[in-house]
């Protein structure tokens, strides 16, 4: 089965500054997807940026970007510029690719504090 | 833009109570699911649903749940007798091929 992993429960970063949430999978195959989505105090679900592990190129969402390591297992979100209205729960998510509907697998989460 | 839709917002029921959350999903959507978040902890699957039948499910989604969708648009998850520990947020999403699942705003589920 495959697990995902937030080793940084809490962070914080200055408005305007740059700051780097992290994530690793655990999986045996091949093709799948990786995702970033945002909870706000509201709690609802918003996805923030979406990676295929066939591409090479890391994706880019405006001041989202992430850092795809395949071979590391590894898919860290940066966050550019940080706003006030970036403070939130992070979580990373794992979706096989091996059929259309296969469930999401989220890690624990990240809270962001955004410090104005 | 087309979203998700999750009615109520909230609701509180009694132990031992049925309820029944609903969810709308995105028109064009083919794929369903539900999951669930217990306060503080993360983000857990419990059904998928397509054509019309469970897809897949977890260990959580025992014989107190089941889901279906009556008329071809809204997307129900009942809980029988419903436990406190059936207390969480609960997640509506859909997705169409291999996209990303776009979610509700969620149920807040308050058993007393």
């Known amino acids: 089965a495959q697990t995902v992993t937030q080793s940084q429960p809490e962070m914080s970063v200055q408005e305007a500054e740059t700051v780097t949430l992290s994530c690793t999978y655990d999986?045996?195959?091949?093709?799948?997807?990786l995702f970033w989505y945002k909870q706000p105090p509201s709690r609802q679900m918003i996805l923030v940026i979406r990676?295929?592990?066939?591409?090479?190129q890391n994706a880019t969402e405006n001041r989202f970007s992430v850092n795809f390591q395949k071979a590391a297992k590894s898919f860290s979100l940066k966050i550019s510029d940080s706003q006030l209205g970036d403070a939130a729960m992070y979580f990373c998510?794992?979706?096989?690719?091996?059929?259309?509907?296969?469930?999401?697998?989220f890690g624990k989460g990240t809270r962001l504090s955004v410090i104005a | 833009e087309p979203e998700v839709t999750q009615t109520p917002s909230h609701q509180v029921t009694q132990m031992g109570q049925e309820v029944i959350l609903r969810c709308v999903p995105i028109?064009?959507?083919?794929?369903f699911y539900w999951y669930r978040q217990i306060l503080g902890q993360k983000v857990e699957f419990l059904v998928s649903?397509?054509?019309?039948?469970?897809?897949?499910k977890s260990e959580i989604f025992d014989d107190q749940f089941s889901v279906e969708r009556p008329d071809g648009s809204n997307f129900t998850l009942k809980i029988r007798s419903t436990k406190l520990e059936d207390s969480a947020m609960y997640f509506c999403?859909?997705?169409?091929?291999?996209?990303?699942?776009?979610f509700g705003q969620g149920t807040r589920l308050t058993v007393v």
């Open positions: 998510a794992y979706r096989s690719a091996m059929k259309r509907n296969t469930p999401l697998v």
């Open positions: 028109s064009n959507h083919l794929y």
């Open positions: 990676q295929e592990a066939y591409k090479q």
């Open positions: 999403a859909s997705q169409t091929g291999f996209t990303e699942a776009f």
């Open positions: 649903f397509y054509n019309n039948e469970i897809s897949e």
């Open positions: 999986t045996s195959e091949s093709d799948y997807y």
